[in-house]
């Protein structure tokens, strides 16, 4: 405030020096003046208004509370909660009236500027003064205090109980095959999800554009004959990983056109960090959390490969699992730390071997006894947190590491089957709950979806999924859905009305269009502008009209042909065995007539054509003359009974 009030000083100063200049130079100015401001009386307005609007918000609200007041008891306890305030008023009034002795700091704390503030708090307030006098009166506003504490402790207890947070109210499935699906993945903001399967298929689902009648829009075959193991966007959502049963992976758009093929290494070099891609068939593959266009592989030729987007000529970087003896292990799993500086791979003798991103010889965490040597596990997971990691196992366990202590497990679960090599486990949103698949043979049981407890590790919920095995979860934490692949096709989404967002609550929603049986033309309309009019085709307008009238005639509408009574016509024959060759057979066995003689066959119905002419006889019948026949002569008869060696010749 200073600094402006010595900026107008100086402002006048340079005033009054420019109308000097301004005199001596001989001419009225320099052009516009400086508008002026009285600092004084706009701080005068204002503090005056503070205070009128501070007294009538001080008698309206006394106002309400007498008119609220009941009783004389009352009466008295609304006054000495008043007390304090209109003595407070009152000085602040009292602070007002003295304006040179007071500092604008003073006045801003004693004056009362702005909204009121509620009730509710004002009674607080009054309460911490005035002692146990107003607490005996507000005896209603703790009872409502105590209810809301209530509710909150309700509360409170729902989100104790991570189970009620589960999505399973609802379910709708979506078919994807015959066969089993053993890869899912969703957008990160989960509008479209994408299925993989043992059929070699991608099916791309969009929940927005689908109905009830939940079809895939386009489905594809990006690797054509190997089966799809792994599926999954990047963080930006723009490109998908294909990871098949080859031994290059793919990256595709998000409507399934080819972006990279990674490059096939050299199978004859026996160092694999020399070559400069996979040689044998991959295991897995996922994206890099915070860097966009990196991504990881592994694969059976023992090796954990990353890669960059923009360079597919080779690799970024090797990583290479060794057992106990050194040798080469085959790592069946892999995946990034939340933060992204880390990678894990889990491997076929049972190992756990985590390495520094940037640091690719030496791992930095390594477990020698995970899992039973000679298993694959068949996914890792680290918790949203970034200090716990999940292991399934395929000696049907799910353990809890904690990397800080990577030597032992901190817990683990038995008994659950698994019989893929890609069978998931996943942390639930709020990271309380650990969520895997179990199999089952077939026609032996459901399989079903687990829910373990983080901190005690004990089971506290299960989905009965399907009469097959659950091969792939996933539990969005955008949507609060999950995502369930089967052994049979089937890929099914669980949500909740209330809990879930989008996703799957967009289609359910969208009545199933009827397809209407023809919405074309049936003949193509040839557009002519430069015809002349008698020449011109009108155009028609519209389709229904056209296809009523199509539909009455018989030519355009392939009226199929009536059945033929009787001996046939046109060329078709009575149904008399179905077929003209057996028409034809019936026909001559009951034919009774003697056609060994053709001349008499022929002339045995000379006698009805005469009759009753049909063909050419009743065209002339009025102009045609009578026909008149040469008799025979005496030389003709001569000629006959002469030998044929005598006859002349013609």
């Not at 000097?20 to 003046?33: D, L, N, P, Y």
């Not at 599926?231 to 294909?242: A, E, H, K, P």
């Not at 992204?340 to 491997?347: D, R, S, V």
């Given at each position: 405030m200073i600094n402006n009030v010595l900026a107008v000083f100086a402002a006048s100063d340079k005033m009054s020096d420019?109308?000097?200049?301004?005199?001596?130079?001989?001419?009225?100015?320099?052009?516009?003046?400086?508008?002026t401001f009285d600092l004084e009386a706009i701080f005068e307005q204002t503090r005056r208004t503070a205070i009128e609007r501070s007294q009538l918000v001080l008698d309206e609200r006394q106002k309400d509370d007498q008119m609220d007041e009941e009783g004389e008891s009352s009466q008295s306890v609304k006054s000495s909660l008043h007390a304090p305030r209109d003595k407070a008023a009152a000085a602040t009034s009292?602070?007002?009236?003295?304006?040179?002795?007071?500092?604008?700091?003073?006045?801003?704390?004693?004056?009362?500027?702005?909204?009121?503030?509620?009730?509710?708090?004002?009674?607080?307030?009054?309460?911490?003064?005035?002692?146990?006098?107003?607490?005996?009166?507000?005896?209603?506003?703790?009872?409502?205090?105590?209810?809301?504490?209530?509710?909150?402790?309700?509360?409170?207890?729902?989100?104790?109980?991570p189970v009620k947070?589960?999505?399973?109210?609802?379910?709708?499935?979506?078919?994807?095959?015959?066969?089993?699906?053993?890869?899912?993945?969703?957008?990160?903001?989960?509008?479209?999800?994408?299925t993989g399967g043992y059929d070699y298929d991608v099916r791309f689902w969009d929940f927005a554009g689908m109905d009830q009648g939940v079809q895939a829009f386009r489905s594809l075959q990006p690797c054509e004959c190997h089966q799809i193991t792994?599926?999954?966007?990047?963080?930006?959502?723009?490109?998908?990983?294909?990871?098949?049963?080859?031994?290059?992976?793919?990256?595709?758009?998000?409507?399934?056109?080819n972006v990279m093929e990674c490059v096939k290494g050299d199978q004859y070099i026996v160092d694999m960090a020399k070559t400069k891609g996979h040689t044998a068939m991959l295991n897995s593959g996922c994206w890099h959390p915070k860097t966009k266009e990196e991504f990881m592989t592994c694969s059976n030729d023992g090796t954990v490969r990353t890669w960059d987007l923009s360079s597919e000529k080779k690799h970024k970087s090797v990583f290479k699992p060794r057992s106990f003896q050194g040798k080469k292990v085959v790592p069946t799993s892999c995946t990034?730390?939340?933060?992204?500086?880390?990678?894990?791979?889990?491997?076929?003798?049972?190992?756990i071997q985590i390495w520094d991103r940037n640091l690719s010889v030496h791992t930095k965490f390594h477990c020698r006894q995970a899992h039973i040597p000679g298993s694959d596990t068949s996914c890792i997971?680290?918790?949203?947190?970034?200090?716990?990691?999940?292991?399934?196992?395929?000696?049907?366990?799910?353990?809890?590491?904690?990397?800080?202590?990577?030597?032992?497990?901190?817990?683990?679960?038995?008994?659950?089957?698994?019989?893929?090599?890609?069978?998931?486990?996943?942390?639930s949103p709020d990271d309380k709950l650990l969520v895997t698949g179990t199999s089952v043979k077939r026609e032996q049981g459901n399989g079903k979806l687990v829910f373990f407890d983080r901190t005690s590790f004990q089971k506290v919920y299960e989905i009965e999924v399907t009469n097959a095995s659950v091969v792939r979860c996933l539990w969005h934490p955008k949507l609060n859905q999950i995502m369930v692949g089967t052994g049979n096709g089937l890929a099914k989404v669980y949500y909740d009305p209330l809990k879930s967002h989008r996703g799957a609550k967009l289609c359910v929603v969208k009545s199933q269009r009827k397809e209407r049986q023809a919405e074309t033309l049936t003949q193509d309309y040839i557009i002519?502008?430069?015809?002349?009019?008698?020449?011109?085709?009108?155009?028609?307008?519209?389709?229904?009209?056209?296809?009523?009238?199509?539909?009455?005639?018989?030519?355009?509408?392939?009226?199929?042909?009536?059945?033929?009574?009787?001996?046939?016509?046109?060329?078709?024959?009575?149904?008399?065995?179905?077929?003209?060759?057996?028409?034809?057979?019936?026909?001559?066995?009951?034919?009774?007539?003697?056609?060994?003689?053709?001349r008499q066959a022929i002339l045995r119905h000379a006698q009805e054509a005469s009759d009753n002419p049909y063909w050419v006889a009743p065209a002339y019948k009025q102009t045609q003359p009578v026909p008149l026949f040469a008799e025979d002569s005496e030389e003709d008869e001569e000629a006959e009974k002469e030998p044929e060696w005598k006859k002349r010749k013609i």
């Open positions: 420019d109308g000097e200049i301004a005199s001596v130079m001989g001419f009225s100015g320099f052009g516009k003046k400086a508008r009292g602070k007002q009236e003295s304006e040179s002795s007071s500092d604008s700091g003073s006045d801003s704390d004693s004056e009362l500027i702005g909204p009121p503030l509620p009730p509710q708090h004002t009674a607080q307030d009054d309460d911490d003064e005035d002692g146990p006098l107003t607490r005996a009166s507000g005896s209603t506003a703790q009872t409502d205090e105590e209810e809301d504490d209530d509710d909150g402790e309700a509360q409170d207890d729902d989100d104790d109980n947070k589960i999505p399973d109210t609802h379910e709708i499935t979506l078919q994807h095959g015959t066969k089993t699906v053993s890869a899912l993945a969703l957008d990160p903001s989960g509008a479209r999800l994408v792994s599926l999954q966007y990047s963080n930006t959502g723009d490109v998908i990983l294909v990871v098949s049963g080859n031994a290059q992976a793919k990256v595709l758009d998000r409507d399934g056109f990034y730390s939340r933060d992204g500086k880390l990678i894990a791979a889990g491997c076929q003798d049972g190992t997971s680290f918790s949203y947190d970034g200090r716990t990691l999940a292991s399934r196992g395929g000696d049907d366990t799910l353990k809890m590491w904690d990397i800080r202590n990577f030597r032992k497990p901190v817990n683990v679960a038995t008994g659950l089957s698994n019989n893929f090599t890609m069978t998931d486990c996943c942390f002519t502008p430069h015809a002349l009019p008698m020449f011109r085709e009108a155009r028609q307008r519209s389709t229904r009209k056209q296809l009523e009238k199509d539909r009455l005639d018989p030519k355009k509408s392939h009226k199929p042909e009536p059945p033929v009574s009787g001996p046939g016509r046109g060329g078709r024959v009575a149904a008399h065995g179905g077929t003209l060759s057996s028409f034809i057979v019936k026909n001559i066995a009951l034919d009774k007539t003697d056609d060994s003689n053709p």
